[in-house]
């Protein structure tokens, strides 16, 4: 039986002064592609889409969701004739074992990698275990955890061949073609012994997120991707990328830039109408950073939908400042049933200093006009900032409670690399870095100015669990409830609930 691999580091000296990395001398290019294999490791459920990489067993209202970004670069290939596999192994609760023996079987020119930084040390541990079940296997990783950091984890796992910094899908692309390495923009490679570390990618402009082929969602298992509240299948559709503000927590620049992007309508609602007719999937999340942000794209949208009769259910984020009664009127006509707020905190002072660059006001402004539309919201809040005190992380609770969202989540700051919150941090001294995979956003690693890692857990356990315990709160769960199975569900969640934040054996802050 195949355990765990070793998720112990190799240390070496900084690229910068060419350290050896061996003595043999890496190929200029990739070999003739024939298979390629693309997998979300088993080393648990995250959000892998780069921007967030949040666990999703720690959240109280996510779906886990496809692993759409390897199914855009298999579709890629699968343009070029190559054989392409995906494989989710945290979703599937597939371990090593099962890894080693796809390997073996299947037999792979190259292996594709998700990883996040949470798990980074677990999801590259694949790299040892595909190079000795298939030792002429390729191996490659993206996530945007390379943008910063590829050279130091290249060096530290000798069997990563090469890592793709930002937009994944020509780069991939590029490498099944044969390029040169040094021709591939993004790319941090290896050769005669020594790192080499490529120009960057310019991302992705409009007309060529039209051109992008639909997510190879044949190659997917859709069945262990389900809604929470009905368990019918649900799939994301990119409706677009990048975000013009700096929220200094956030990696969606470090992922795709400052400027945002957007499909066509019509190119949006060709992939909902393929995924409704040829997958029988009605349920949706249209992943944007902010769906919302263009009032006429967003009506645009709404109105394709309705044009084309489909009966379709579906969810998105909003900024609060980006929403109106116009847009709720289509995008409920449409199908919209749930719109997720980035909130974060309850307190202004907070909020500024985060560069939210929105207000108390205008969150009570938008979860009242979405209750006015009959669409339900969803809050996500954020406490654990360096400068952060308790009297603000009460300011927050407080504040959830009067805005009374039909679904709330609370995370703990995480430093991922590349944002401004990670440099803030480390420069303050108020974590270290070789903690990065020991924690995630349920389990902090940087204490605040006033705060612990430990009374973080414990505001984030009694927030979640004096909002969702509230008899009125019950009441009215259950009296919007229209089916026994909705009502299981609901109850599984709040058995969940209890589980992870009630019955634990931590101290009291």
Not at 1 to 11: E, F, G, I, N
Not at 183 to 203: C, E, F, Q, V, W
Request: glycine share 6%; with cysteine.
């Amino acid at each position: 039986m195949a355990s765990a691999p070793s998720t112990k580091s190799t240390r070496s000296e900084p690229a910068a002064d060419q350290q050896s990395l061996g003595d043999s001398v890496e190929p200029s290019r990739a070999p003739a592609i024939r298979k390629a294999f693309f997998i979300y490791g088993p080393t648990g459920l995250y959000m892998r889409d780069d921007r967030c990489q949040a666990p999703v067993e720690g959240m109280t209202a996510q779906p886990n969701r496809a692993p759409l970004d390897l199914a855009y670069m298999a579709a890629m290939l699968e343009r070029m004739g190559v054989q392409c596999k995906v494989t989710d192994y945290a979703a599937e609760g597939l371990d090593w074992k099962a890894f080693e023996a796809d390997m073996e079987e299947f037999q792979p020119d190259l292996l594709v990698l998700s990883v996040t930084t949470p798990t980074l040390l677990r999801d590259l541990a694949a790299c040892e275990v595909a190079r000795k079940a298939c030792p002429h296997v390729v191996t490659v990783a993206k996530g945007a955890h390379f943008t910063p950091k590829d050279e130091e984890t290249m060096l530290r796992h000798r069997d990563l061949d090469l890592a793709i910094r930002g937009e994944s899908e020509h780069a991939i692309a590029e490498i099944a073609s044969r390029r040169d390495y040094k021709d591939i923009l993004g790319l941090t490679y290896r050769k005669d012994g020594a790192l080499h570390r490529n120009a960057k990618r310019p991302y992705i402009e409009v007309d060529d997120l039209d051109s992008l082929p639909f997510p190879a969602r044949h190659l997917i298992n859709n069945a262990l991707y389900t809604t929470p509240d009905t368990d019918e299948p649900i799939t994301m559709i990119n409706m677009g990328r990048g975000c013009p503000h700096q929220c200094i927590y956030c990696a969606v620049t470090v992922a795709s830039g400052y400027k945002l992007k957007v499909r066509s309508p019509k190119s949006v609602v060709d992939e909902i109408e393929e995924c409704s007719t040829k997958l029988g999937i009605k349920n949706f999340f249209f992943r944007a950073d902010t769906f919302t942000w263009d009032e006429k794209w967003t009506v645009d949208v709404c109105s394709e939908i309705l044009e084309r009769k489909l009966d379709v259910r579906w969810g998105c984020n909003s900024r609060v400042d980006t929403i109106s009664a116009e847009r709720l009127k289509w995008m409920k006509k449409a199908g919209c049933w749930v719109i997720g707020f980035g909130l974060e905190s309850g307190n202004q002072e907070n909020l500024n200093r985060m560069k939210k660059r929105t207000t108390l006001e205008q969150a009570r402004e938008a979860i009242a006009l979405c209750r006015n539309h009959r669409i339900k919201s969803y809050g996500l809040f954020l406490i654990g900032l360096p400068w952060e005190t308790r009297e603000m992380v009460e300011d927050t609770t407080r504040f959830m409670k009067e805005l009374n969202p039909d679904f709330v989540d609370m995370n703990i700051a995480y430093p991922l690399p590349g944002t401004e919150y990670h440099r803030i941090a480390l420069e303050s001294g108020l974590f270290s870095e070789k903690d990065l995979q020991e924690g995630d956003y349920s389990k902090p690693i940087v204490r605040t100015v006033e705060l612990s890692t430990e009374d973080l857990i414990q505001y984030r356990r009694k927030a979640l669990l004096t909002f969702y315990l509230r008899p009125s709160y019950i009441l009215r769960t259950l009296l919007g409830v229209r089916s026994v199975k909705v009502l299981g569900n609901y109850i599984k969640s709040g058995i969940r609930l209890l589980k992870a934040h009630a019955f634990t054996s931590s101290s009291t802050a």
